[in-house]
């Protein structure tokens, strides 16, 4: 069994940064990859970053230059260091993490329980 703990959402003014932090913890046996999605009011979930097991990753393309995805492969612990951050970026933010765990014999994925980002001035 995984669990996914997120934090480090909240409020800040444009321009602003925020780092978001997601841990995952139980019977890893796998990590492929690891990913930040977001969501806000009345939208479809987006996909913003994705870091894999070997350290490639990729980005939406409006957050590129904005945003890094980390990740500290051993904790197996995410981040999503935000910067200039801008008002359309509000939205609840997921972190999803792919991989094979103990106790399931197919791979499959879990997802946090979301954490709210709120830019405004």
């Known amino acids: 069994q995984v669990q996914l703990v997120e934090s480090g959402g909240g409020s800040v003014q444009p321009g602003g940064s925020l780092t978001l932090s997601c841990a995952a913890s139980?019977?890893?046996?796998?990590?492929?990859?690891m990913a930040w999605f977001r969501q806000a009011p009345g939208k479809q979930r987006e996909l913003v970053a994705v870091?894999?097991?070997?350290?490639?990753?990729n980005y939406a393309d409006f957050v590129k230059g904005r945003f890094t995805i980390l990740r500290d492969k051993f904790r197996h612990t995410v981040f999503l260091q935000m910067t200039r951050l801008k008002p359309e970026d509000t939205a609840v933010y997921y972190c999803?993490?792919?991989?094979?765990?103990?106790?399931?014999?197919?791979?499959?994925?879990?997802w946090g329980q979301g954490t709210q980002v709120t830019v405004s001035s």
């Open positions: 139980g019977s890893i046996v796998i990590l492929d990859s």
């Open positions: 870091i894999t097991n070997g350290g490639s990753t």
């Open positions: 999803n993490v792919e991989g094979v765990f103990g106790g399931e014999s197919d791979p499959s994925d879990y």
